[in-house]
């Protein structure tokens, strides 16, 4: 089994080197992560309209919302998928597919859908598209899969009462025609009940009595299976719901059958049928399932690169002099790599702020705390981040 893999999407000026130059501050960045934490890939982020600062830091608590909501849909898309799959990793994980490659690799190789998500329209307009995206493809999989939870569920049905025990299944090929001579009577009625077999013994001393006018001696024991014993028992019409509930009451469990002619085979093509229904209910399910789980994650990431732009102009501010980079990690040495880039650069936070061991802001100063949750900087265990980062993980 694969180890797990943390993201860490970091944004720091170019500035972190004297030349400023792009690519340098890329291999400085590469050095304080060094090899042993992880892997730097660069990630491209475009260059946005911006709008006022005010803007700006609606926009960064926007993002984080929509930022959760997509990470939300990529797991219920996944559980759905793994629900549908019967919980086998093997398969789910080959359905795990953005654009038809591994996750791992759309991050590695991320360019910005120019096409789809213009980056000359304003941020809040590309900010209200995703919105809408991840939206739809939620209420997408939810109407799909309850369309087959919904057929799944008919086709279990059917087939306990075509493989279940004497309480679920149907009595069509068990109760011979002869046995139910009341159908068109006008006032005697057959009841078939599903007698619990450690119950069975008492039955013919205790059924004539439970209510009034049940035909003396006309209990027939039909059939019998591991756990119930099926009897008919014919009564007077008027008193027939009365008998069904004090049945209910004896933990009999009362079966409603009637002969109808063709009843088999009428049964027998309904089970065709929904079995039909279900296999390509099934396919529809999967395809969506895996259509939409690449496209929320493609949502998710064009976010995240949303919310880089936004915090860096925050930030660092004008001119747009950054470099922003992909660390592919696990959970463990991502917390050596987030030290190491702490250490390096913790300057960027300015004189305020600092870290203790456990990667705490070490200096309580709630006025400026409470600027930067504003802002967005600040995340909800009251943790600030001495430089634009953000972590995550994609399963």
């Not at 050095?31 to 475009?46: H, I, K, L, R």
């Not at 949750?373 to 600040?378: K, L, S, W």
Request: overall charge neutral; charged content about 30%.
């Amino acid at each position: 089994m694969s180890k797990p893999t943390k993201y860490l999407l970091v944004s720091l000026p170019t500035s972190i080197v004297p030349s400023k130059d792009h690519d340098e501050a890329l291999a400085a960045l590469r050095a304080t992560v060094t090899d042993d934490y992880g892997t730097v890939t660069t990630f491209p982020v475009p260059a946005f309209k911006i709008g006022t600062l005010d803007a700006l830091v609606q926009q960064a608590d926007d993002l984080a919302k929509l930022e959760a909501s997509c990470e939300g849909v990529v797991s219920k898309v996944g559980d759905s998928l793994k629900t549908i799959l019967e919980g086998d990793e093997g398969k789910v994980s080959q359905q795990k597919t953005v654009n038809d490659k591994p996750a791992d690799q759309y991050l590695r190789t991320f360019t910005w859908q120019k096409a789809k998500y213009r980056v000359d329209k304003p941020l809040g307009e590309i900010i209200d598209t995703l919105q809408k995206e991840i939206v739809n493809i939620d209420n997408d999989v939810k109407s799909k899969y309850s369309q087959y939870n919904t057929v799944k569920t008919n086709l279990t049905t059917l087939q306990r009462k075509k493989t279940g025990n004497l309480s679920t299944k149907s009595l069509t090929a068990i109760v011979p025609p002869p046995v139910v001579v009341t159908n068109d009577s006008e006032y005697l009625e057959t009841h078939f009940v599903a007698v619990p077999n450690i119950l069975v013994k008492d039955f013919p001393k205790t059924y004539e009595t439970v209510s009034p006018w049940v035909v003396p001696r006309s209990a027939q024991q039909i059939a019998s299976d591991d756990e119930y014993t099926l009897y008919a028992v014919t009564t007077f019409k008027k008193y027939s719901t009365e008998f069904v509930h004090k049945a209910r009451e004896q933990k009999w469990i009362p079966r409603d059958y009637k002969v109808k002619e063709g009843g088999r085979e009428e049964e027998a093509r309904e089970l065709e049928k929904v079995e039909r229904e279900e296999k390509r209910l099934w396919g529809e399910a999967l395809r969506l399932g895996r259509i939409s789980w690449g496209e929320a994650v493609v949502c998710w990431v064009h976010v995240l690169a949303l919310r880089v732009f936004v915090e860096t102009v925050l930030r660092y501010g004008l001119p747009l002099e950054f470099v922003c980079g992909l660390i592919k990690s696990t959970p463990k040495l991502a917390k050596k790599a987030r030290n190491s880039l702490d250490q390096q650069y913790s300057y960027l936070g300015g004189n305020a702020f600092g870290r203790d061991k456990k990667g705490r802001i070490t200096k309580d100063d709630s006025a400026t705390s409470a600027d930067m949750q504003a802002a967005g900087h600040v995340g909800d265990g009251g943790e600030y981040s001495l430089y634009v980062c953000y972590e995550f993980e994609i399963n």
